[in-house]
Structure formats: C-alpha cells, structure tokens
C-alpha cells in the first residue's frame, strides 16, 4: 500500500478524511500540528481517532501565537452569535498554507506522493485556504518545491461536499465521530460549547443527515 499523509486534526471533517484515504488504499500517516491552538482537546481527540482507525499519528510542535491576529491563538474573543458573514476572526493567518508545507515535508521523507486535508467549501466558515483555489494552487507549488520534484497530488474529498454529506459517507465508513472533537471554545473539561460557529455547522450536518449527535455540549 501506497503512504500518504493526512492532515489531522481530530475534528469531524479531518477524521472523515483519513477513513476516506484508507478507503482509497493508502496506508494514510497522520498529522496533527500544536500550533499554539485555544486548546489541546482536538489532540487529544485526534489521538484516539487515530488508535481506533489504526493509523499511526505524528504530532509536530510549532508557534503561531507569537503570530496572533486569530481567536484560536490570540487573545480574542470567539463568537457566539451564529454564523459569520465574511471572513470570522477564527480564521488563522495562512494555516492551511503552513500546514500543507509542512505535510509536503513529511510526505518527501516518507516517499509519499499524495496528501490529503478535509478542507470543505459548501458549510464551512468562510476561511480563504478551504477554496478549491487554494487547494490547486497548493499542488502546483508542491509539484515545484521539492528535492522529490512530484508529481504530487492534493486530495480534499470533502471540499464540495454539505456538512449533512461528510456525516453520511463518515458513517458509512464508520468514523468513530463520538472520539472527534470540534470545538472552538470547550469548558475545562472539553465539552463543546455548542455556539461558536464550528458546533453550528457540526450540529446542523448530523441533524441534516438524520444521525444523531454524539457530541457531549456543555450545560453553560
């Protein structure tokens, strides 16, 4: 079997990606990144996703809050008034260009070819790097950037798929969605606060789909 690595969070979406790259006959290896994040619930989650799908799971450390200019690694306020029109002050500076660069470098050390990220552009938040833009135009700067030379290849199965969507074929491939974390602003003990925009858009996709919600929400 052919490696490719995932990029992984140990949301929803990431986690539905790496059933979808097993599905296709990779051998996936994922990839998480501690970028200075709120929390490290989506790590923790993203651990055991990883151990009950079976695929090995690599962590890399790196600072974006010295960064800042983002709620997930800034002293900001998350919004909790519904879905943001526009660009929401969730959105990281370049991050899934960063993050890309840094799949790109574990795929040339594994001899991998492919990567995959659940970026999605139909219930989504608005973010500039979830566009089918940003993914081309990512593959062609692999295809240029390495020692390798390629030909890589960017997949995001889930990128013009609704929330409702990516829960019935998550289901069909039995993503364990009751280990995934979504969450922007959790409680201390990491149950999901149910407001911000990421638990919208997770809530509406089970109920659209017609699958109930293993989501523990906190009672604030």
């Known amino acids: 079997m052919r490696p490719a690595v995932v990029l992984f969070s140990g949301g929803l979406d990431s986690s539905t990606c790496l059933a979808i790259a097993k599905q296709d006959g990779f051998a996936p290896h994922a990839l998480s990144v501690r970028y200075g994040q709120r929390h490290a619930f989506e790590l923790e989650a993203a651990g055991r996703v990883a151990a009950a799908l079976?695929?090995?799971?690599?962590?890399?450390?790196?600072?974006?809050?010295?960064?800042?200019?983002?709620?997930?690694?800034?002293?900001?306020?998350?919004?909790?008034?519904?879905?943001?029109?526009?660009?929401?002050?969730?959105y990281v500076p370049?991050?899934?260009?960063?993050?890309?660069?840094?799949?790109?470098?574990?795929?040339?050390?594994?001899?991998?070819?492919?990567?995959?990220?659940?970026?999605?552009?139909?219930?989504?938040?608005?973010?500039?790097?979830?566009?089918?833009?940003?993914?081309?135009?990512?593959?062609?700067?692999?295809?240029?950037?390495t020692a390798a030379g390629g030909p890589y290849e960017v997949h995001?199965?889930?990128?013009?798929?609704?929330?409702?969507?990516?829960?019935?074929?998550?289901t069909r491939l039995?993503?364990?969605?009751?280990?995934?974390?979504?969450?922007?602003?959790?409680?201390?003990?990491?149950?999901a606060c149910g407001r911000c925009d990421s638990c919208r858009l997770r809530a509406a996709g089970f109920r659209d789909a017609g699958v109930p919600d293993p989501t523990p929400y906190s009672s604030r």
């Open 54 to 90: 079976g695929v090995p799971l690599k962590i890399v450390e790196l600072d974006l809050r010295s960064i800042g200019g983002s709620a997930l690694t800034d002293d900001i306020a998350v919004p909790k008034e519904g879905l943001f029109a526009g660009i929401p002050v969730t």
């Open 174 to 191: 039995h993503v364990p969605y009751r280990l995934t974390h979504s969450c922007y602003d959790p409680d201390a003990e990491g149950r």
């Open 94 to 145: 370049a991050r899934n260009t960063i993050l890309l660069g840094i799949a790109l470098g574990y795929a040339e050390t594994l001899k991998a070819r492919d990567i995959y990220i659940g970026v999605n552009a139909i219930d989504y938040s608005g973010y500039p790097d979830c566009r089918p833009a940003f993914i081309e135009a990512f593959e062609k700067l692999a295809n240029v950037a």
């Open 156 to 170: 995001a199965p889930l990128i013009r798929l609704s929330k409702a969507e990516i829960v019935k074929l998550g």
